[in-house]
């Protein structure tokens, strides 16, 4: 259990990737832009799966980072409730994607503007639903969420 309450996360790079994602979905809905929800599902969708160029990390380890404009804010934390957090923001666009393609803008704009919700919610409220859910599926045995929150002991 103590090697568990070693695992960092820099929450600094999630509130980049958090701002990111708002700040672009913003413009992809004011623009009518496809690419720009598709370029938030492909990144958030290689954040979420742990590559070293998700275009969110590059962001933060190569400009927000060394500009000083944020420093870093490393706690005990598990990554991959953070990372399934993003997958399901990357399903969301990945479909908003598809629905803008086929379409059905409608649909679309709920979509992103579910995922502009949840992750001001966690930008400015530390709330992050994609977590909360990931524990909740570790709490009821469903296989793949296999860490539970680490204790505040």
Same mark, same amino acid.
């Given at each position: 259990?103590?090697?568990?309450?070693?695992?960092?996360?820099?929450?600094?790079?999630?509130?980049?990737?958090?701002?990111?994602?708002?700040?672009?979905?913003?413009? +992809?809905?004011?623009?009518?832009?496809?690419?720009? /929800? @598709?370029?938030? +599902?492909?990144?958030?969708?290689?954040?979420?799966?742990?590559?070293?160029?998700?275009?969110?990390?590059?962001?933060?380890?190569?400009?927000?980072?060394?500009?000083?404009?944020?420093?870093?804010?490393?706690?005990?934390?598990?990554?991959?409730?953070?990372?399934? @957090?993003?997958? /399901?923001?990357?399903?969301?666009?990945?479909?908003?994607?598809? @629905?803008?393609? #086929?379409?059905?803008?409608?649909? #679309?704009? /709920?979509?992103? +503007?579910? /995922?502009?919700?949840?992750?001001?919610?966690?930008?400015?409220?530390?709330?992050?639903?994609?977590?909360?859910?990931?524990?909740?599926?570790?709490?009821?045995?469903?296989?793949?969420?296999?860490?539970?929150?680490?204790?505040?002991?």
């Amino acid at each position: 259990m103590a090697a568990l309450s070693l695992r960092k996360v820099d929450h600094s790079g999630l509130k980049t990737g958090q701002a990111a994602t708002i700040i672009l979905l913003i413009v +992809a809905f004011v623009l009518n832009s496809t690419v720009l /929800v @598709a370029f938030v +599902a492909l990144a958030q969708l290689l954040g979420a799966l742990d590559v070293a160029y998700a275009p969110y990390r590059l962001l933060y380890q190569r400009v927000v980072k060394p500009s000083g404009l944020v420093k870093p804010h490393v706690i005990s934390d598990n990554p991959e409730p953070h990372r399934f @957090a993003m997958l /399901v923001g990357a399903v969301f666009n990945g479909v908003a994607t598809l @629905a803008l393609l #086929a379409n059905i803008p409608a649909l #679309a704009w /709920v979509l992103v +503007a579910i /995922v502009v919700v949840l992750a001001n919610l966690n930008f400015w409220l530390n709330f992050c639903a994609g977590c909360w859910m990931y524990y909740q599926f570790n709490r009821l045995g469903i296989p793949g969420f296999t860490q539970a929150p680490l204790s505040s002991n």
